[in-house]
T-cell receptor, first 112, second 113 residues
């Protein structure tokens, strides 16, 4: 079983819709959860990170973590065509020798 | 622009050859991470350096090696290249040894022919 599982999609939604992207993880020995956005042929770009269970909001983006069920989600409100990209969830710890463990990414297309 | 610079952007080389990929971290960042992204494996952690010292290794092949220099730039050396080494290689940097807010470069696309 992979440490971080993510539905690869692809996922297509109409412009303006709410998008829900999800990941599950299997190892509890970590503290940080991140969401990265990657446009085609570009480097991953950090969208949000969070330390704890609950919601964290940043503009149209909300990251949600449920540590009891080991579930992480990213919600995008009022989706725009410019949101079309691959979204990667990742987990990390902070014990000094960390590495990010990524999900495989979900390819999202927002249809105008 | 993340502030992390990787060179070259593209590299085409033959099997059996050796190449060096270079990464300059963001100003002030002491940690450098190398990742490999291929279509079938996704983004895989290779190795982490902090202030010149190797801190963690992931799924890095013995044919691959890396180092971080006193000016904090890093190089990833890939030798005896095989067709399967064709991938995007990303460098990321962060201020501390932990991976909160790691910023990625634009990657080096390596094609082995």
């Amino acid at each position: 079983q992979k440490e971080v599982e993510q539905d690869p999609g692809p996922l297509s939604v109409p412009e303006g819709a709410i998008v829900s992207l999800n990941c599950t993880y299997s190892n509890s020995a970590f503290q940080y959860f991140m969401w990265y956005r990657q446009y085609s042929r570009k480097g991953p770009e950090l969208l949000m990170y969070t330390y704890s269970s609950g919601n964290k909001e940043d503009g149209r983006f909300t990251a949600q973590v449920d540590k009891s069920s080991k579930y992480i989600s990213l919600f995008i409100r009022d989706s725009q065509p410019s949101d079309s990209a691959t979204y990667l969830c990742a987990k990390g710890t902070n014990f000094g020798n960390e590495k990010l463990t990524f999900g495989t990414g979900t390819r999202l297309t927002i249809i105008p | 622009d993340s502030g992390v610079t990787q060179t070259p952007k593209h590299l085409i080389t033959a099997t059996g050859q050796r190449v060096t990929l270079r990464c300059s971290p963001r100003s002030g960042d002491l940690s450098v991470y190398w990742y490999q992204q291929s279509l079938d494996q996704g983004l895989q952690f290779l190795i982490h350096y902090y202030n010149g010292e190797e801190r963690a290794k992931g799924n890095i092949l013995e044919r691959f090696s890396a180092q971080q220099f006193p000016d904090l730039h890093s190089e990833l050396n890939l030798s005896s290249l095989e067709l399967g080494d064709s991938a995007l290689y990303f460098c990321a940097s962060s201020v501390a040894a932990g991976t909160t807010e790691a910023f990625f470069g634009q990657g080096t696309r390596l094609t082995v022919v």
